[in-house]
């Protein structure tokens, strides 16, 4: 009776001491790293150990049979790699007896690594039997596998060396299916385990000068300058309502980081996403050599061209058109000129050079070129020269004289500094009146010599 009495007594004190070990491993690490299983029938849980890396690390995962080979192109720098899992298990008996079960596995180390780990822990109950074991072994794997195994900064993870040993251990698990997909799932995890850590962190908004944890903040992807949401989105919302779609760049001083789309799409309405997809498009289109919009007003559809005939043929409203002037195809003839363009075409002649000036010559013909300049220069001399009279629009150029001007061509009459109206029964009055602008300036800027008054 006294044996059984002792018997209980020991599985009794066992209990106890899993308990609190469970207990006191999940007071020091969060539900990401432990997570415990605790019933009648089972005891135990998993636990990830996420390895202390150097700073600026570099890996790499290659065929052995290239390791004279390696390339700067395909080291990798990551922050963060797939953790060692410790899954255990607590027999009835430990720890006064029996160690805890387990196994070890991991993505990127091999079986002989992961053998060499198992060892060591093995070791380390020897050193502690009797005692409760499982921080030593977490903390061996969160602080010494690193150095233990003699890993180095870069790290060259080779294809066959994983793969050919003998005597491992069984409970020594590399946890991936193919080595093709390692160093994908490498870089996703380093990816997702940075976000992460941006998501806790708490950073300080340069434009509402808030302190923002990450999950409420974007990141620039070219600069890594990072801004609240609230801010960023109002910005990018007036920047699409101006058309702006170049101008979502960092607000930090002097950076020119743009945001990327899928920011852009976070941030901002479904409505304003699409508007700014579309001008977005616009604007890359905009910069294609061979693509132009259909002229027509109705129509603006992306038609591609042929550049050696200036033909272009659109697919949506069939408009077939010259891609220099954007009226209809019209061959080898000289393109037309629309009225509004003779400004602009004389001056673009007037400042080009000797080559420019003979390319202008053979699409618009010297002839419609000698028009737009004649026709150019008779306007600024008339804008310089001349002014409109108010009832008719005639140009009238003052040569000397008083100020009442009388319009040739429709008799009317008006102020020159003015160009108000004056009234026919007595148009001096306006010189006369206090509150008239023009008081007293009836002979401002009179000559001596008199002249007639000219209308064109």
């Excluded at 870069?154 to 251990?169: A, G, K, Q, V, W």
């Excluded at 000698?370 to 150029?397: H, R, T």
Aim: charged share 25%; hydrophobic share 35%.
């Amino acid at each position: 009776m006294q044996k059984y009495w002792n018997s209980w007594l020991v599985m009794t004190e066992n209990k106890e001491h899993q308990e609190d070990e469970l207990l006191a491993l999940s007071s020091i690490y969060d539900e990401t790293v432990i997570s415990l299983v605790q019933d009648a029938s089972d005891c135990g849980g998993q636990f990830s150990a996420s390895l202390h890396l150097p700073e600026s690390f570099r890996v790499a995962v290659i065929n052995e049979k290239n390791n004279d080979e390696i390339k700067a192109e395909e080291f990798h720098r990551v922050k963060h790699l797939p953790p060692l899992i410790l899954a255990f298990q607590l027999p009835p008996d430990y720890p006064s007896d029996s160690p805890p079960q387990f196994t070890l596995s991991c993505k990127w180390l091999n079986r002989k690594q992961l053998s060499l780990l198992c060892s060591k822990l093995d070791e380390l109950w020897q050193e502690n039997e009797g005692s409760v074991v499982l921080y030593t072994w977490t903390s061996f794997l969160l602080d010494d596998s690193f150095s233990f195994l003699g890993l180095e900064n870069p790290l060259i993870i080779s294809y066959e060396t994983s793969r050919r040993n003998s005597s491992l251990d069984s409970r020594a698990i590399q946890d991936i299916a193919s080595y093709d997909r390692l160093l994908p799932v490498l870089l996703e995890y380093n990816k997702q385990a940075l976000e992460l850590d941006f998501h806790k962190s708490i950073f300080s908004c340069h434009v509402c000068f808030g302190e923002k944890f990450g999950s409420q903040c974007i990141k620039f992807f070219d600069c890594g300058h990072v801004f609240c949401k609230i801010c960023m989105r109002d910005y990018f919302t007036v920047q699409i309502s101006e058309g702006n779609v170049k101008g979502l760049n960092c607000p930090d001083e002097k950076c020119e980081s743009q945001a990327h789309p899928c920011q852009v799409q976070e941030l901002v309405t479904q409505e304003m996403f699409s508007k700014y997809d579309r001008m977005l498009l616009m604007t890359s289109l905009d910069q294609m050599m061979d693509v132009v919009y259909c002229p027509r007003p109705s129509c603006q559809y992306p038609v591609s061209v042929d550049k050696e005939s200036n033909f272009g043929n659109c697919p949506s409203c069939r408009y077939v058109f010259c891609v220099l002037c954007q009226l209809v195809y019209h061959g080898l003839s000289p393109c037309k000129v629309k009225s509004n363009g003779l400004q602009k075409l004389r001056d673009e002649y007037v400042n080009a050079d000797e080559e420019t000036k003979i390319m202008l010559e053979k699409r618009y013909g010297k002839q419609t070129i000698q028009v737009a300049v004649a026709e150019c220069l008779s306007k600024e001399w008339l804008d310089e020269f001349s002014k409109s009279c108010p009832s008719c629009g005639a140009n009238i150029q003052k040569i000397d004289g008083c100020n009442k001007m009388t319009c040739m061509k429709c008799r009317a009459y008006f102020c020159w500094l003015c160009e108000q109206f004056l009234p026919r029964n007595n148009p001096y009055k306006h010189y006369n009146t206090e509150d008239s602008p023009c008081r007293n300036k009836l002979f401002e800027g009179m000559d001596e010599d008199g002249n007639d008054l000219m209308w064109f």
